[in-house]
Structures are given as structure tokens and as C-alpha cells.
């Protein structure tokens, strides 16, 4: 095979480089294969010649192609790794929408914070069952402010209850003075956690109560400790609920900002 | 009062209560049923289940002379109470 080949070599370098083309064309009609085992001998035989131009068309395009081949691959590696980059930015945005009602989800389960606690409601009162082997006793306090005159103290000291029983406690107040005073109050539970399980049903709480002079009034407190108190473990430990509430003097013209959750009638 | 300055995470958040507040006894009309109760607690040590047939009582009371607004006894807690008759069945009931 390589003989027809150093023969067409021959035949053409006596003719020089004006049959470049024509030896070009000539070697573009031949199957790849041939022409790799055609171009070697080409060049062996322009080696020992001395012919200074060499068919370097297979060159010429290996390295045309390896400069396209590099581009090509800097650009997909550039693509791909713009796609990543896109996806993370989308991930990051798909997030943080989402994190809002993770969230909410994650503070019902862990009851972090006591507003995201499911709410209980009026039915349950109706249906639930009492815990009798879990005694909690709830001690009582009352405070008033400094400026107020009022007589305010507990008439009970404690009570003792089961959760899911709907109990009564009784408080006292009294005013001293001359005038008609006005007084609101406010309450707090502690351990704090409890608090969370104290469901008041009636107070006397947040709403301005009106006393006239020298006049004295019950107060009553309608509660009860829901049932799933028991079920906490948090809880296991508490049996002792202080509930403590705090009168202020509720001045005229001073409006209330509006509670959250309490609609005034 | 809880503080502003406590900050872990688990502050104290009142809630109002779900039925609002109890409208002030001004002329004592209740306050039979209150000393009753008040009683019955001092005798059984300030036990709340031997003496809700008084808080019952003392609720009723509230409600019939417009202190307090009606309703039934179930969603008060006091679907046990309701269907029994006074102080010493009840006890047996409750057991």
C-alpha cells in the first residue's frame, strides 16, 4: 500500500508546491483511514526530499478542532456551573417562603414562645375528661399599683385542682375612698410554662371595673388547667401554679390599646 | 408582672379569658352562694372537686340575675353535675 503512495509522491514533486491544491483535493477524496496512513508517508517522504511544504492538513484541523474542542469545553463547564449557581439562588428564595409556615409548624410541636400553642375552645370544656390522680394546688396573689387605694387580696389562699376541671376562686376588693375609682387589671401565671395550660373561662380581668366609694365587691375567677397539662413532660414536675393578679388605676380619657385575641363587645 | 427584660424565649403571655369578663356584684345578690362556697371549701381543705356543686350553684346564680351571661351547664364543665340531683348523690356520682 505504501508503494502507490511513494509513486504519487514522486509524480508530484517534480511539479512542486503548484499542485498543492490539486494534491489537497486528492487526499480529501480518500477515506479517513488512508489518509492517516497517506499523510505519514507523505510527510516521511517530505522528510527525505527535502520538500518544504507538507500537506499539513490533518494539522491544521486537529488543531483547529482542539482549540474548538477546549472553547466547547470551557463553555459547558461555564453552562454548568451557572445552572448550579441559578438553582442555589432559586433553592435560597424557594426557602425562605417557605420557612414561614415551617416555622408556625415547628412552634406548635414545640410549644416555644406560648402563642403558637393550639388553641383550645369552647367545645373542649364541655368534652373534657377530669385527670383525677394529678392534684395541682394554685395558690393566689393579689397586687395592686403603688397610686391605687384600692383593698384588694384573694379569699382563698390556695385551691387545690385537678386539669381538666373547671374550678372557682373568689377575690376581694374594696374601695377606701371618697370617689369612685376605676381600676383594670391584669394577671400572670407563673411557672411560666403552666401558663400556656391556664384557660380562664370568666375574669375580672382587662376590663375596667368600676367601684364606688367605700363599696365592696367579689370577684370571681372561672379557670381550669387543661387536660393536656398531664401529658407534658415539661410539667411533670410542677405542682404548684401561682395566679397573680395586678389592679392599676384606670384613668378617664386614657384609651386602651387594643389586646390581642380579646374583642370588646 | 412579667418583665420586658426577660429575654428567653418563654415569657408569660396573657390571654383573655373566653367568655369575658364577670360583670361587678354591685348589690351582693350572689353573695349567699359565694359564702356557701367559701365554706365548703374551709371545711374540705380547699378541695375543688367536693365543692363544685356550690360553684355550680353560685354560677347559676350569676346567670339568672343577669351577672353573667347563660349557658348550659355542659359548656361550663358541669355535665356531671347537671344530671344529678343535690349534695349527696352527687358526691357518689363523682367518684
Known sequence: MLLPCVLREFSRCSTLSMHCSRVLRLQQKLQPSERGLHTQAQEFIARRIGLRWKPQTRGIK??????????????????????????????????????????????????LGGTAVAGHDADQVATMKPVKDRIIKITFNADTHASMQWNFRPQQSEIYVVPGETALAFYRARNPTDKPVIGISTYNVVPFDAG???????????????????????????FYIDPEFDEDPRMARVDTIVLSYTFFEAKEGQPLPPLPGYSYK | MSTAMNFSSKAFKPRAPDKGSFPLDHFGECKGFKDTFMKCLRDNSFDNSLCRLQSKDYLQCRMDNQLMAKEPLEKLGFADLKETSPSPEDKDAKE
Open chain 1, 62 to 111: 486537529n488543531r483547529s478542532n482542539k482549540r474548538g474542542s477546549q472553547e466547547d469545553e470551557w463553555k459547558s463547564k461555564n453552562k454548568t456551573v451557572l445552572t448550579y449557581i441559578a438553582a442555589a439562588g432559586v433553592g435560597m428564595i424557594g426557602i425562605s417562603y417557605a420557612s414561614v409556615p415551617l416555622y408556625r409548624l415547628y412552634c406548635q410541636a414545640s410549644g
Open chain 1, 196 to 222: 400556656q395550660y391556664f384557660n380562664k373561662i370568666q375574669c375580672f380581668c382587662f376590663e375596667e371595673q368600676r367601684l364606688n366609694p367605700k363599696e365592696e365587691v367579689d370577684m370571681p375567677v372561672f
